[in-house]
T-cell receptor, first 115, second 113 residues
């Protein structure tokens, strides 16, 4: 069965430090990959997506992610974290079901930013 | 502004009562989804609908029901058969069924007393 693994439940970084959030997936075909961000008590917002082509994708708020087929990974990075980046981050895979792709989500990583 | 509206934002109900959560979108999207979110468990798919008058069960459909009579509306009913209904419920829609990219509402928090 298809699955998405985010191995880190919590990540703590200092403001201004770099960030990398890990995501691994299990899927038989080339997937569609997404990163979403959720502020407390809110819905999710798309940060970036990978469909095909360049394996390094740029997103909003200064985030980027790199697709590595050999490692089945799609890690999210940011060179310098701001206090407002504190939130829950979800990796998702578009899984084919019938004629459409249905998103399957990881369990999320909570980012804590220290001043 | 286009978007997805969920209501109510907070809802309290007694055990054994059915409750209906509203989800309306004005994005002209064909596909709509309901997810349940519990701490540490990510988002789990309850039901989804790719077109009006059609919907499919997701991974955790037991104890829930939906309808899709209009393109812009996809209400979710949490029935008394749902054994642990207290959770945060998220509605989403998609303009691109080929990829699964989603737009989310702000969620509804249901607490069953």
């Amino acid at each position: 069965a298809q699955s998405v693994t985010q191995p880190d439940i919590h990540i703590t970084v200092s403001e201004g430090a770099s960030l990398e959030l890990r995501c691994n997936y299990s899927y038989g075909a080339t997937p569609y990959l997404f990163w979403y961000v959720q502020s407390p008590g809110q819905g999710l917002q798309l940060l970036l997506k990978y469909f095909s082509g360049d394996t390094l994708v740029q997103g909003i708020k200064g985030f980027e992610a790199e697709f590595k087929r050999s490692q089945s990974s799609f890690n999210l990075r940011k060179p310098s974290v701001h206090w407002s980046d504190a939130a829950e981050y979800f990796c998702a895979v578009g899984v084919r079901s019938g004629g459409s792709y249905i998103p399957t989500f990881g369990r999320g990583t909570s980012l804590i930013v220290h001043p | 502004d286009g978007g997805i509206t969920q209501s109510p934002k907070y809802l309290f109900r007694k055990e054994g009562q059915n409750v209906t959560l509203s989800c309306e979108q004005n994005l002209n999207h064909d596909a709509m989804y309901w997810y349940r979110q519990d701490p540490g468990q990510g988002l789990r798919l309850i039901y989804y609908s790719q077109i009006v008058n059609d919907f499919q069960k997701g991974d955790i459909a037991e104890g829930y029901s939906v309808s899709r009579e209009k393109k812009e509306s996809f209400p979710l009913t949490v029935t008394s058969a749902q054994k642990n209904p207290t959770a945060f419920y998220l509605c989403a829609s998609s303009f691109d069924r080929e990829s699964g990219e989603l737009f989310f509402g702000e969620g509804s928090r249901l607490t069953v007393l």
